[in-house]
């Protein structure tokens, strides 16, 4: 059964009634973050139930100690985390002498939480009777701004109810935090420095190992029934790591005193000095003031969910699950800092270590490609360039030479840091998708530039590497991929995985081709590249020779191409007759009885088709998902998106709906049983695909967008915006009624259902 405890809302999440064993997956599920932090949705007051203390700054990390029983060589030293950074959301609240613990209180009424996703904020409410019989209001607003992103703002009232109270705010920061997760339980923050000045304070603290140095700051003001009171702390208490203050302030019955937080991180990735930054950075903030820091932060938003929102008619929880997923990822990632990339947990939980997967390439380029500035896409492209380096360094660790290119399956710095064997050495088809987001940039934006200039050097180093990684059969008389991990990760050290054999053979020939037009079209890029990696024709008559020779497992009984050699030995019992007591799977059965199983956790031979659709007919693709899709237990967050699209694709609808619905509400509902842990960020990514190229059926050929709308059952239609070529289109569907207006200077000729439009600038086309 999964939760249902989240009311359906156009417009934000909404969670009504306190119970205790729902705190740790609210605070995922109301996280905030703004593209340089975030933070779980944690009490500002002391709470001693279960709960999951976790905030984060972008690109600060710590090289935690791998920690096996014995070494292998290549073997990653460390598994990078994000770091739960020092917290600065603390208020301590003393009220007629008695904290406030809502583990404690005799009674909580009217507890309500909202993040509002339209306006960019995360509002909670309740009433309580304390153990001394004081029984009060509390609203809480806070936000992390988007225009000032070292800074976060709290508005923290309380109001007397029953009987005057004297209340002491013990607002604090503190740098003693640690990771749930640490190998070692270790510290990772190296206090170096505690200051105060009048209601300002600064706790500064250095990361082991790394050295990122990082000053968490407070400013606190006081107000009484809203009018700010010129009160100062008549008691400060630090330590090496923590400061708090304490404000006292008695209001009589129904008034209210409130305390209003500015806090945040400057840190030395952007300052030399983040003491004087942070000093700055409060002045900024204080300057705006509160009113206006909230006004701005709606206006942000505003401008944000201009281009990006998806509007769904007739289904109120299809419809917040959507705009859940796209608030999500804004808050993750906004593209402003090209070191920075996409954790599948972003600024939620630190399962994965908070570090960039295949998943950037694979799920998010096309969102952010779609609905931002194409600038925003080539940072993550220029990302994985400015790690080539690194990732050839990868590969020779593993034995591969001649500028052979192995991207890491996880880092923070192009490193390779996971610690799984099977995922660190096999799931080498995490390559494909980086040249594959390149490929994909390009037919999108139109961008070629790119490639001349950055991407060509990556796309060579790839190719070496699947040269290198490929040996040749003298019994098939063609060239294997031997002792590999596919998408499907319930598989491992397996010969030929369809969709490894398949990228590769397509990375070799794309990187050919590039090279070609590049030494036709940009002779001075053609001549720097090849001098700089020393590439001759005979290595590249070497890469052809192992694509246009290369094997792919396939049954004749089927009518199939294999996931991988060996498939069809399985026993092949599908999910349909497995128990349901057994499921999910990974947290039910052993390691060992998946790996005997058929069961696949994701999109594996699919994943080919969804990304190579133009090599596959129609009629090749409903029989392969007929074949696999039985078999997949869809436990992987990745999973439900490109069944929808495919679904969509074949004419299901119902089923298309039933994964949307999977993807889109996919925490929202706790499909996977595991939401306090932290949100599915990259897998929302996904959500929107489901919609603008599952039911949308939007494709980029030749240049050109085509279109083949479909309606699920439950709607009355849905609209979005794509940025193609840096011209807005907007398409609005109803049944039987396509609307596409451009927003430009460009005419632009898309194809809905087959039919030719030509969409003049700023017009509107009804089809």
């Not at 954790?343 to 998943?359: A, H, L, M, R, V």
């Not at 790119?450 to 060509?456: A, F, M, R, S, T």
Request: contains cysteine.
């Amino acid at each position: 059964m999964n939760q249902d405890y989240i009311i359906p809302d156009n417009w934000s999440i909404i969670e009504e009634g306190f119970e205790q064993d729902l705190v740790k997956s609210s605070e995922s599920l109301f996280s905030i973050g703004n593209g340089a932090m975030g933070q779980r949705a944690n009490f500002e007051e002391h709470y001693s139930g279960k709960t999951f203390q976790g905030s984060y700054i972008g690109g600060i990390y710590y090289p935690d100690k791998t920690k096996v029983g014995w070494w292998k060589n290549g073997y990653p030293e460390y598994f990078a985390k994000v770091l739960n950074a020092p917290n600065w959301i603390g208020i301590n609240i003393e009220i007629n002498g008695e904290n406030l613990d809502l583990a404690k209180c005799v009674a909580v009424k009217n507890f309500r939480r909202e993040l509002n996703m339209k306006e960019g904020w995360y509002h909670r409410s309740f009433t309580a009777t304390l153990q001394n019989g004081t029984e009060i209001e509390v609203q809480v607003r806070r936000f992390l701004s988007i225009d000032l992103d070292e800074v976060g703002v709290i508005n923290y009232e309380i109001t007397a109810l029953n009987q005057a109270a004297k209340i002491v705010f013990k607002p604090y920061l503190d740098a003693g935090v640690h990771n749930e997760d640490a190998n070692w339980e270790e510290k990772f923050w190296e206090p170096l420095d505690v200051k105060n000045n009048g209601n300002e304070a600064y706790v500064t603290a250095r990361t082991f190992k790394t050295h990122f140095t990082a000053t968490t700051f407070m400013q606190n003001t006081i107000l009484v029934d809203g009018i700010s009171v010129n009160a100062s702390p008549f008691n400060v208490a630090s330590s090496n790591e923590t400061i708090e203050f304490s404000y006292e302030v008695s209001i009589s019955k129904n008034q209210s005193a409130t305390i209003q937080k500015i806090g945040g991180y400057t840190v030395s990735m952007n300052h030399e000095n983040t003491q004087i930054a942070a000093q700055k950075a409060i002045a900024a903030a204080l300057k705006i003031g509160y009113d206006k820091l909230l006004e701005n932060q709606i206006k942000a938003w505003a401008k944000i969910w201009e281009m990006s929102d998806i509007t769904i008619d007739g289904d109120v929880k299809a419809q917040q699950g959507i705009r859940f997923n796209i608030f999500q990822l804004n808050q993750t990632y906004l593209g402003k800092d090209s070191r920075l990339n996409i954790g599948p947990k972003g600024f939620t939980g630190e399962k994965y270590g908070g570090s960039t997967y295949w998943d950037t390439e694979a799920y998010c380029i096309p969102f952010y490609m779609a609905t931002k500035d194409q600038q925003v896409a080539r940072n993550l492209l220029t990302y994985r360039y400015n790690q080539l380096d690194k990732a050839i360094e990868n590969a020779s660790k593993l034995g591969f030479k001649n500028g052979a290119a192995l991207y890491p399956m996880v880092t923070m710095n192009g490193e390779e840091c996971h610690n799984e064997w099977e995922i660190t050495f096999e799931e080498i088809h995490r390559n494909g998708a980086i040249a594959f987001a390149i490929f994909n940039y390009y037919r999108f934006t139109g961008d070629y530039s790119y490639i001349p200039e950055k991407g060509l050097e990556v796309l060579i180093g790839i190719a070496r590497f699947w040269h290198q990684r490929a040996t040749y059969s003298t019994h098939k008389n063609q060239f294997v991929i031997l002792g590999v991990t596919g998408p499907n990760e319930y598989e491992n050290n397996v010969n030929n995985n369809f969709y490894t054999n398949y990228i590769a053979k397509w990375c070799i020939d794309y990187t050919v081709e590039q090279i070609n037009k590049i030494e036709k079209e940009y002779t001075s890029d053609y001549t720097r590249i090849l001098n700089k990696v020393k590439l001759s024709q005979s290595e590249i008559n070497h890469w052809k020779e192992v694509a246009d020779n290369m094997y792919f497992p396939y049954s004749e009984e089927h009518d199939v191409y294999l996931q991988q050699d060996g498939f069809l030995d399985k026993e092949l019992v599908k999910v349909s007759d497995l128990d349901k007591s057994q499921r999910p799977i990974n947290q039910k059965w052993s390691w060992d009885r998946i790996l005997r199983s058929p069961y696949i956790k994701q999109a594996d031979t699919l994943q080919g088709f969804y990304f190579f659709e133009d090599h596959f007919s129609k009629a090749q693709l409903e029989k392969h998902f007929d074949f696999y899709e039985p078999f997949t237990v869809h436990e992987s967050s990745l999973s439900p998106c490109v069944h929808s699209i495919q679904a969509a694709g074949l004419g299901r609808m119902e089923q298309a709906y039933t994964f949307y619905l999977r993807t889109s509400r996919l925490d929202l509902d706790d499909y996977n049983k595991e939401v306090h842990e932290g949100l599915h960020i990259t897998s929302m990514a996904g959500t929107w695909m489901s919609i603008v190229e599952g039911f949308g059926g939007m494709r980029v050929k030749n240049s050109t967008l085509h279109f083949e709308p479909k309606i699920p059952t439950q709607w009355k239609g849905y609209s979005f915006k794509i940025n193609f070529r840096n011209q807005v289109l907007e398409v609005s569907v109803r049944p039987n009624e396509t609307k596409l207006s451009l927003e430009g200077d460009k005419e632009i000729i898309v194809f809905v259902n087959g039919k030719e439009i030509l969409v003049e600038p700023n017009s509107l086309v009804t089809v």
